[in-house]
């Protein structure tokens, strides 16, 4: 029997579970995986950018890591592709790759003050806050009155993290750097900023309930957002999950309200148009008032309204990056495909070329959307056998042999058995979930002791 060596390059969800698919998949073949990540540990946004309160998500890690575990995958930690492995490299070992490097950084929001000092990316603020070895240990935490703009789940999490008392996330596997910066932080009033109405926000209900159970925190709504056009009562009443946000914001506007010491302000029909500036810092915000179209939609009124802030962050999208030698869509942020088969510019099939996840259909869905993700990329590979590489060195020694000519220190999955069970350590030792380890070079140092 022929034997595909594959390489996947991002030990994401979308990664590990086309990995999974792949080695359970009916094929007339076996399979060899090699899984290459950048960091020295895998999960990607599970771990890097699911938020650190949410341990229900966070244990997903359980179920991948179960993947892993099985014995057939081998895993290449701090190694990224276009720098310590080419496309070259990979023709040389592999019969086909498939790329599932998912998206980390923000969308452009582009208006005028937006390079001000205080103005954040999300994706930026929540690496931070999960502990992400390439970013500052330090976060600038000096505002007391915040925008976040964007109507997701990720504004949803940003605007949770800065408004939650530093105590409240203690619990879980927040590092301590960003415990000890939260704690310090002089924040009283967040204001969240969509541009449509309540009935047509995209975040979820679960992630939208949990911002009203923050402790010694008051939910501040505005009436004049609640007069609901045709098509917003229409959507309330013909999808559930609009209906219970609707509900929820509901008793919110019921709530009384006055005596907690931090406030978080849901502005709907809000546009953004600038930020403010003074001395190239951030000092307020200006947005136009819209209202519904009729269609589902908004349009501009020409109000314009104004609010001091010393700090935005911008929640409006992830965007993936371009990868050496890999067709990219500038516009989009993804690997052009047809069903995860990689196209070039003239929509042609790039021969053992495949993408899965974010990098492949964009930064928007759930982790769960990952396997669908990757059934369908897995099909197209098995059924693309016919134009897979013919790889000069298929056998799995020389890849290990080529990282080590290459002094490249990488980790394996004893390495992340190490060191997982180094932070579980740690935080057992303070009574929380894990503390984890931030600094690159200790992640290695740890994951290679043996
Ligand atoms: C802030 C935030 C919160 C979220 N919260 C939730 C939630 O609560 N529930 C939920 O279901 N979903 C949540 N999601 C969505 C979920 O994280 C994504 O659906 C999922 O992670 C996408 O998987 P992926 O494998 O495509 O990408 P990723 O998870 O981004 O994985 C890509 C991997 O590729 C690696 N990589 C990138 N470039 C290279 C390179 N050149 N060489 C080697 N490796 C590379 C990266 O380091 C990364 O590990 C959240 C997303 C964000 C941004």
Redesign the pocket.
């Known amino acids: 029997m022929t034997t595909l060596r594959l390489a996947i390059?991002?030990?994401?969800?979308?990664?590990?579970?086309a990995a999974d698919i792949i080695l359970k998949a009916e094929k007339q073949f076996d399979v060899s995986i090699d899984l290459?990540?950048?960091?020295p540990a895998?999960?990607?946004?599970?771990?890097?950018?699911?938020?650190p309160d949410?341990p229900r998500?966070k244990g997903?890690i359980t179920a991948l890591r179960e993947v892993l575990d099985t014995g057939r995958i081998r895993l290449f930690g701090n190694?990224?592709?276009?720098?310590d492995i080419t496309l070259d490299d990979l023709k040389k070992h592999y019969n086909a790759v498939i790329f599932?490097?998912?998206?980390?950084r923000d969308a452009d929001l582009a208006i005028p003050g937006i390079d001000l000092d205080g103005s954040y990316g999300?994706?930026d603020f929540?690496s931070w806050f999960d502990g992400h070895p390439d970013v500052p240990r330090e976060w600038p935490l000096e505002a007391r009155e915040v925008a976040v703009i964007g109507n997701g789940?990720?504004a949803l999490?940003?605007a949770r993290m800065l408004a939650k008392h530093a105590e409240d996330l203690l619990p879980t596997e927040i590092p301590d750097n960003v415990h000890a910066g939260l704690a310090a932080s002089p924040v009283t009033d967040v204001h969240v900023f969509g541009r449509r109405g309540p009935a047509q926000v995209k975040f979820t209900p679960l992630?939208l309930r949990e911002l009203g159970e923050l402790r010694d925190v008051d939910m501040i709504l505005h009436e004049e957002d609640f007069d609901y056009d045709e098509a917003s009562k229409a959507a309330i009443a013909s999808n559930k999950q609009v209906l219970v946000i609707d509900r929820v914001l509901t008793q919110w506007r019921a709530r009384e309200t006055g005596a907690a010491s931090r406030r978080l302000h849901l502005h709907f029909y809000a546009k953004p148009v600038e930020v403010l500036g003074e001395n190239g810092k951030v000092s307020g915000f200006r947005w136009e008032r819209t209202r519904p179209d009729g269609a589902g939609g908004v349009e501009g009124t020409g109000e314009m309204r104004e609010l001091p802030i010393q700090a935005i962050y911008r929640a409006v999208g992830?965007f993936g990056?371009p990868?050496d030698g890999i067709p990219f869509d500038e516009k989009r942020g993804v690997i052009p495909n047809r069903e995860g088969q990689v196209l070039d510019d003239d929509g042609h099939e790039v021969p053992g070329v495949y993408a899965?996840?974010?990098?492949?259909r964009g930064?928007v869905?759930?982790?769960?959307?990952?396997k669908s993700?990757a059934m369908e990329t897995i099909r197209n590979l098995i059924n693309g056998q016919a134009s897979w590489w013919a790889p000069e060195h298929p056998d799995e020694q020389s890849v290990i042999d080529l990282l080590a000519e290459r002094g490249i220190e990488y980790t394996d999955l004893d390495g992340w058995h190490n060191l997982d069970q180094h932070e579980l350590g740690l935080g057992e030792a303070a009574g929380r979930t894990r503390i984890k380890v931030v600094p690159r070079d200790e992640m290695v140092a740890v994951s290679n002791k043996r």
Not at 9 to 17: C, D, L, W
Not at 42 to 51: C, F, H, S
Not at 356 to 360: D, H, S
């Open positions: 390059v991002g030990a994401g969800p979308a990664g590990i579970y290459f990540e950048q960091l895998p999960y990607g946004l599970v771990r890097y950018g699911v938020a949410h998500i997903i190694v990224l592709y276009g720098r599932s490097t998912g998206a980390v999300a994706a929540v789940n990720v999490d940003v992630e992830y990056s990868l899965t996840g974010w990098i492949k930064p869905g759930l982790i769960g959307h990952t993700d």
